[in-house]
C-alpha cells in the first residue's frame, strides 16, 4: 500500500483500475511515403471514412455531455463538429491529398497551419487553437486506428482515470455511474474542470505531482477526495474506511444546535445540475453561474432562453431563494465570440462587472431584461441577482440604475417585470474594506473566496505554483471575510457564501462561527454540510472564529482547527 497525496476535489471515495488518459500521445505518423506511390482516390476515401466516424463520436459525445451536463456544457461538440465540416480546411486537406500525401499526414499538416493560424491571433481566438487540436485527434486516432480520445464517455465501469490535467469538456463527457474517480498530476480545486467533476460527484483528487506518473495501467487504486489521496493497493480497511461515511441528504432545512438556522444552498452552472441538487437537499441555489450558459457556443444566449433558465431554477426550487449571478466573464473565462481583450493579467482586467457595465452593456441589458421578467413569473419573488466582480461602490450603483432603466424599459412595453433583490459578491480586498457601503445599498453580499483568495493572497488560482498561497484559512482572508460580515452587520443585508471553502463541512464551524448566514457549495458537500451545521454550537463557534482570527499564519489557524 503506498499513498500519494494531492487536493481533495471530489469529497468522494471511490475504487477502481488506474487507466491513463493521454490524448493525441499514440498519434505518431507514420513515415511520409514517395507522393507517387499514393493512391490518392483510396485516401480520400479514407479521409471521407475518418471524418463520417469522427462525427458520429462528436454527436455521442455531445448527447451524452447534454445529458449528464447540461446543453450549455454540451454546445463545445457543436464547435467541434462545425471544424470538421469547416470547407477551407476540408478543401485543403483533399487538395493536400490530391499532390500524393496519404490522409493522415495531410489532415496532420493542414490543421497544423490551421492551429498555428489561430494561435497567432489574440487570448480568445487563441483557444480556438485547443477545440482544433481535439478535432485534429479525432480524425488522427480514426485513421491510425489508435486509442486516444473518441471513448472517454465510454469507459469500463470501475476506471479510475489518471491524466496530466483533465479540460472541462473532457469531464463533462465522463460516465459517472462508469468513472469510480479521477486524479491528475496538475491541477487545482476551483478549477473549472474540478467544478464540473464535483457537479457529477465524481471522487477527485487533483495536484497530485510527478509521483502520479509512476502509477501504472491497471492498477488498483483508491482515491479518496475526502482526505486528498491517493492509495495504491489499499487494503481492506483502508477501502471501507474511505468509503462508509458518505452522507445521506437532509431535505429539511437546519439549524445549529441552539437554534441558529443555516441556509445550506448549491452552486450550479446549468440546468441539469438542479434536480441532482434538490436531490441532494439543498435549501435553494446560492449560486447560478450564468457564465456557463455563454461558454462553448456560437452566441450568447437570447433573452428567452435565459428567461427558461431562469424559470427552471425557480420551478425546481419553489419555496427557495435561487441566487442568480450575471455574466461573470474574463479571467479564465474566455468567451470565443464575445471580443474580450487580450491582456497581460486577464485576472487583473476586464471582467465580471467591469464587462457588463461598459463594452458588454448590451449582453447585460439583455440578461437583466429576461432576469427581472422572471421575477415576476410563478415563484419569481425568490429571485435575488447578484453582481460579480464588484471594486467600487459606483458599479453597484450603476448596476441597480441598469436594473431600474430595464424595468422602465419593460414598463413601457407592458411587459409583466419585478424587481428581484440585488447583491454582490465579495471577491476583491477592495470590495471587503467597503462591504458597510455596499451592504447600505444592497439586499444581501455573497463571498467569493475563490477569487477573494487569490486577490488578497496575490496568488492565482490556477497555479499550482503558488498553491500555499491560495488557501482561504490564510489569517488575511479570513479577516476579509469578518470584515465583510461585520460590516453589513448594521444593516439589512444579509451576508452568504459562495466560495469552494464553504462547502468544507471541516470549516463550517468556523463559517458559523464567523456569522454567515447562508453557505452554498456543490451540491455534493450540501448533506455532509448539513449534518454539521446540526452540531454545532453558537457560541462555541463565535469563540473558534474569534481564536482564529487571532492567529497570525495559516499554520496557527489548521493547528486551531485540527484541535
Ligand atoms: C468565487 O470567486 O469564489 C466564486 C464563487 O466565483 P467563481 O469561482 O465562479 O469565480
Ligand atoms: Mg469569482
Redesign the pocket.
Known amino acids: 500500500m503506498r499513498t500519494l497525496s494531492g487536493v481533495g476535489s471530489t469529497p468522494l471515495a471511490g475504487v477502481g483500475a488506474a487507466r491513463w488518459y493521454r490524448p493525441g500521445a499514440d498519434l505518431t505518423l507514420p513515415d511520409r511515403p514517395d507522393p507517387t506511390a499514393v493512391d490518392a482516390d483510396a485516401e480520400l476515401s479514407r479521409f471521407a471514412a475518418a471524418r463520417d466516424e469522427a462525427r458520429a463520436e462528436i454527436r455521442a459525445a455531445r448527447d451524452r455531455a447534454a445529458e449528464r451536463v447540461g446543453e450549455e456544457e454540451a454546445a463545445v461538440f457543436d464547435a467541434h463538429e462545425q471544424f470538421l465540416d469547416d470547407p477551407e480546411l476540408v478543401g485543403d486537406i483533399e487538395d493536400a491529398i490530391g499532390e500524393g500525401a496519404p490522409a493522415e499526414h495531410a489532415v496532420h499538416d493542414r490543421f497544423a497551419a490551421a492551429i498555428e493560424q489561430f494561435e497567432g491571433l489574440d487570448g480568445q481566438m487563441a483557444e480556438r487553437a485547443d477545440d482544433l487540436r481535439d478535432v485534429r485527434d479525432r480524425l488522427l486516432s480514426v485513421l491510425l486506428d489508435a486509442d486516444s480520445l473518441g471513448d472517454l464517455g465510454d469507459l469500463p465501469v470501475g476506471t479510475v482515470l489518471l491524466a496530466e490535467r483533465l479540460t472541462p469538456s473532457d469531464t463533462a463527457e465522463l460516465d459517472p455511474d462508469a468513472v469510480a474517480g479521477i486524479a491528475t498530476v496538475t491541477g487545482g480545486r476551483?478549477a473549472h474542470a474540478a467544478i464540473i467533476a464535483r457537479s457529477l460527484s465524481i471522487p477527485a483528487v487533483v495536484g497530485v505531482g510527478e509521483p502520479l506518473r509512476e502509477v501504472s495501467d491497471g492498477a488498483d487504486l483508491l482515491v479518496d477526495g475526502e482526505a486528498g489521496r491517493i492509495v495504491v493497493d489499499p487494503d481492506a480497511e483502508t477501502r471501507a474506511a474511505a468509503a462508509g461515511d458518505a452522507a445521506s441528504a437532509v431535505p429539511e432545512r437546519v439549524a445549529t444546535a441552539d437554534g441558529r438556522p443555516i441556509e445550506v444552498a448549491a452552486n450550479v452552472g446549468s440546468e441539469a445540475e438542479l434536480a441532482p441538487a434538490a436531490d441532494r437537499g439543498a435549501d435553494g441555489i446560492g449560486?447560478f453561474?450564468t457564465e456557463f450558459l455563454f461558454l462553448d457556443r456560437e452566441a450568447p444566449p437570447t433573452e428567452d432562453e435565459q428567461y427558461e433558465t431562469v424559470t427552471d431554477a425557480l420551478s425546481a426550487f419553489p419555496d427557495d431563494r435561487v441566487v442568480v449571478r450575471t455574466l461573470?466573464v474574463g479571467g479564465d473565462k474566455r468567451v470565443p465570440y464575445l471580443d474580450l481583450p487580450s491582456e497581460t493579467n486577464p485576472f487583473l482586467g476586464r471582467r465580471g462587472i467591469r464587462l457588463s457595465l461598459d463594452e458588454h452593456r448590451d449582453l447585460f441589458e439583455t440578461q437583466l431584461r429576461a432576469l427581472l421578467r422572471a421575477a415576476a413569473s410563478e415563484g419569481g419573488d425568490g429571485l435575488a441577482v447578484m453582481f460579480?466582480l464588484v471594486s467600487r461602490v459606483e458599479e453597484v450603483e450603476a448596476a441597480a440604475a441598469a436594473v431600474e432603466s430595464v424595468a422602465a424599459d419593460l414598463a413601457a412595453e407592458g411587459v409583466d417585470h419585478a424587481v428581484p433583490e440585488l447583491g454582490a459578491?465579495i471577491?476583491t480586498p477592495a470590495a471587503a474594506l467597503l462591504a458597510d457601503a455596499l451592504a447600505e445599498r444592497l439586499d444581501f453580499l455573497s463571498i467569493?473566496?475563490?477569487?477573494?483568495t487569490q486577490y488578497v493572497m496575490a496568488a492565482d488560482r490556477e497555479n499550482d505554483g503558488v498553491a500555499a498561497y491560495g488557501d482561504p484559512l490564510h489569517p488575511a482572508v479570513l479577516r476579509a471575510i469578518d470584515r465583510t460580515v461585520s460590516a453589513a452587520a448594521g444593516t439589512d443585508a444579509w451576508v452568504g457564501m459562495?466560495?469552494?471553502m464553504a462547502g468544507d463541512p471541516t470549516l463550517t464551524e468556523l463559517l458559523v462561527g464567523l456569522g454567515l448566514d447562508e453557505l452554498s457549495m456543490s451540491a455534493v458537500t450540501v448533506p455532509a454540510v448539513k449534518e454539521r451545521v446540526r452540531e454545532v454550537d453558537s457560541a462555541e463557534a463565535r469563540d473558534l472564529a474569534d481564536e482564529a482570527l487571532a492567529c497570525e499564519t495559516r499554520a496557527e489557524v489548521r493547528e486551531l482547527l485540527n484541535a
Open positions: 476551483t449560486l453561474r461573470d460579480p459578491m471577491e467569493g473566496t475563490n477569487d477573494l459562495c466560495g469552494e
